[in-house]
């Protein structure tokens, strides 16, 4: 069961706040994925409980008129915390099917999914922004971190 409480795009909060929004809710989404897969617990946040929208790089616009531009989003921590969001969710289907409970056709199915989670890996590292890409000749901070976390 979705819980339209959750949606960003049906609120009435200002194309700002809502852009802030996702952006705290992607980054629990994360983190609880990021401590899980850290503590080899299961996951907290239950995914289906919500229909936030998936984060996308306007989200880190700050265009508000009435106020001036403070703080610019560096295009590269946007492009590390997308495909960190996109990182975080295929670490919580390999958390949630490791923490299912199963019968031999369970087993199974788990063994299919895990295929298609290390199938998903091998499309997240192939997809990766080359910005935010690590190789030894172009090492960087951002790319580091990300990649380790893969």
């Not at 106020?67 to 949630?96: A, R, T, W």
Request: proline share 4%.
């Amino acid at each position: 069961m979705t819980n339209s409480c959750f949606s960003v795009e049906k609120s009435q909060l200002n194309q700002q706040d809502k852009r802030l929004w996702k952006r705290i809710w992607w980054s629990l989404y994360a983190r609880d994925r990021s401590i899980a897969v850290a503590l080899g617990r299961p996951v907290g946040i239950n995914i289906d409980d919500s229909d936030v929208e998936m984060i996308t790089a306007d989200d880190f616009i700050e265009d508000d008129p009435g106020y001036p531009i403070v703080y610019q989003s560096d295009p590269i921590h946007v492009q590390f915390f997308l495909n960190y969001v996109k990182l975080c969710e295929i670490m919580g289907l390999v958390l949630i099917q490791s923490y299912a409970v199963g019968n031999s056709k369970a087993r199974r199915i788990k063994s299919l999914d895990l295929t298609h989670s290390d199938m998903a890996l091998a499309d997240w590292l192939k997809n990766c922004p080359k910005a935010v890409y690590w190789t030894k000749p172009t090492h960087g901070f951002w790319a580091a971190l990300l990649h380790a976390n893969y």
